[in-house]
DNA sequence: ATATTTAAGGATATATTTATCCTTTATTAT
DNA sequence: ATAATAAAGGATAAATATATCCTTAAATAT
């Protein structure tokens, strides 16, 4: 579905929406742990999150990290693929044709459509807050590792 | 959603179940052309779909070329995905966790889930031939371009 | 002021995907 | 038999995605 740069920004931002507060800042050696990515690779892809400083802050230096504010917290999971430019993921055709239209669609666009449309209202509907606290209360889990790591 | 190499191969496959018949083989150089394709990469790609002869068949020499017998124009779109190797496609994990399991779902998994079961459901239940004949009808089509090419 | 800490940024490496080209093999037509 | 045709297959190239490393800049603590 997503490249594995989107997924690392998902589950980067998930865990510092779950983590972090403007008090408790989050390093990124303990993000990266976490979520089971690697460090560098998701050190640029946090970066790329903190642009426009409307999802992820980011403090340089002792006690410096990144957080999230409560307000970014209650943003949608979208805001996020917004940021690692995957909003137009959802304007392709299934088939790979340039355009995907009503008025020249591929012989499957019709009964993609609407399959289209909840993976869209997935992602818009649900903040990020709801799926950092899932994981709080251990309903969800944000890697694959057991609890001994 | 689909790699490019998958993309060519769906829109192929259709191609192939639109336009041949045991009598009239198709080249890539066509196939290629109307479906808007690298041809030489086309080729390759369409040599995975003729493994195990079930679902394109080829022979080469003059007035060989590339077809599909009805039988296998009547066999579900998802035999295309499953000769791609994407058929594990739809067992990974939106967040790129390693495992996708109700057991230690991820914070999307159970909404996730029955859109997950759509799109499996989207190539298993329609025909390559039923897309083709869209595409016959013009209530569908294959590639971008206008009438003129 | 200086040293320490931590993110930001640049340069570079590796892997994978996408694509092309050329040779070989099978089939047909003459 | 020979030449022509068309797919099969191998080698290689180009583009992109993934990943690492090192230097720079900002903030803090001493
Ligand atoms: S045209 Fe193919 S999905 Fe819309
Ligand atoms: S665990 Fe993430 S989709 Fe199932």
Known sequence: MFSKTT????????????????DKKLGIAEIAKAIDSPQSFTAKIIQQL???NTL???????????????KAKRLPVRVILDLMGEDSKFQTCI???K??????????????K???EQLISLFADRSIESL???????HAFIN????RG
């Open 56 to 70: 992820v802050s980011s403090v340089r230096g002792p006690n410096g990290g990144f957080f999230m504010t409560e």
């Open 95 to 97: 088939l790979g044709l």
């Open 144 to 147: 694959s590792r057991n609890k």
């Open 114 to 116: 609407p399959i289209k």
């Open 50 to 52: 903190t642009r426009g």
């Open 7 to 22: 997924e690392y920004a998902l589950r980067a931002a998930i865990y510092i929406a779950q983590k972090s507060t403007a």
């Open 99 to 112: 355009q995907c239209s009503e008025l020249k669609p591929c012989p499957m666009h019709f009964e993609y």
């Open 132 to 138: 950092a606290e899932d994981i709080n209360n251990e």
